[in-house]
């Protein structure tokens, strides 16, 4: 759904359609049609993914904002994926890809960039991700490697027909120089979705949508109480040690439950000392 250019975002104590500075002439309510529009396309293309017509998808963008939560969302009722978070070897990574192989299976790598320091792992992945009509993957090995008892050996070489989510904190268009073919080789054989959410006024704004949208629905915040919290984030943006949906799901939960010092508590843990 669009955004009414009209529309304004009011807490308790001042308006949020009004400009927070750093950007010339870009309203907030630019920023929250800017952010809305690339979230939905992001929703789109996980849906691409889902049905097969998209074979590998790079989302990048700043961490904990709403990027692994919209793509897990969109595919937590979906019979065949994975999500492999942290890291991988070699050998993992040609287990999970032999193991979701299938036209409709999908893999997500979730902050994984460590793959993209290995040369074997690198190329597996391009594979995987490429543009020609048949995708083989080959690892040669004179060791036989086994995904697991149901599966069985895997095969030298064998067609993958799946699909790749690389969700990022690294801005693969900037990324570093030891990385920068690596990358550029994967955005080539992907749709690659900048979520655009550079500075701290985008973060801001990104976190008054996810609230819109109910993020603290579960802790039964009253609206006076969502208003304060979102107060103490705008008046606190410089110092906070972070700007982020965990953050504001930590105020929250200190708004919820100590009504009288909630903001003491919130000064000692979420803002940086001066």
């Given amino acids: 759904m669009r955004t009414n250019r009209s529309q304004t975002f009011a807490y308790k104590k001042r308006s949020y359609s009004e400009p927070l500075g750093n950007v010339i002439g870009e309203t907030d309510i630019d920023i929250w049609e800017k952010l809305d ?7 789109t293309l996980v849906s691409h993914c889902i049905n097969g017509s998209a074979r590998s998808l790079i989302v990048y963008g700043p961490a904990g904002l709403g990027k692994s939560y919209t793509v897990e969302k969109a595919l937590e009722d979906h019979p065949s994926y994975t999500i492999v978070k942290g890291g991988a070897t070699k050998i993992g990574l040609l287990k999970t890809l ?3 192989r299938s036209r409709g ?7 994984c960039d460590s793959i993209l320091l290995d040369l074997d792992s690198i190329s597996l992945l391009k ?11 080959s690892y040669l090995s004179n060791d036989k490697i086994t995904a697991d008892d149901e599966i069985g050996v895997i095969p030298s070489t064998w067609e993958f027909n799946g699909t790749v989510i690389f969700i990022t904190n690294t801005n693969f268009e900037r990324a570093a120089a030891k990385l920068q073919d690596h990358c550029t080789a994967m955005i080539s054989r992907s749709h690659y979705i900048d979520l655009e959410m550079k500075t701290r006024r985008d973060y801001i704004i990104r976190i008054k949508q996810v609230v819109s949208q109910g993020l ?3 802790m039964n915040l009253s609206a006076d109480q969502i208003a304060d919290v979102m107060d103490y984030i705008d008046v606190n943006q410089s110092i906070l040690r972070e700007l982020s949906l965990r953050m504001a799901l930590k105020l929250g939960a200190l708004r919820k439950d100590s009504a009288d010092d909630w903001r003491d508590l919130a000064d000692v843990t979420c803002r940086r000392s001066l």
């Fill in 216 to 218: 603290f629905k579960v």
């Fill in 98 to 100: 032999y193991a979701y």
């Fill in 127 to 137: 594979a995987a991700c490429d543009t020609t009509e048949v995708r083989k993957i």
């Fill in 37 to 43: 529009k690339r979230f939905r396309v992001l929703n």
């Fill in 105 to 111: 299976s999908v893999i997500v790598f979730d902050d």
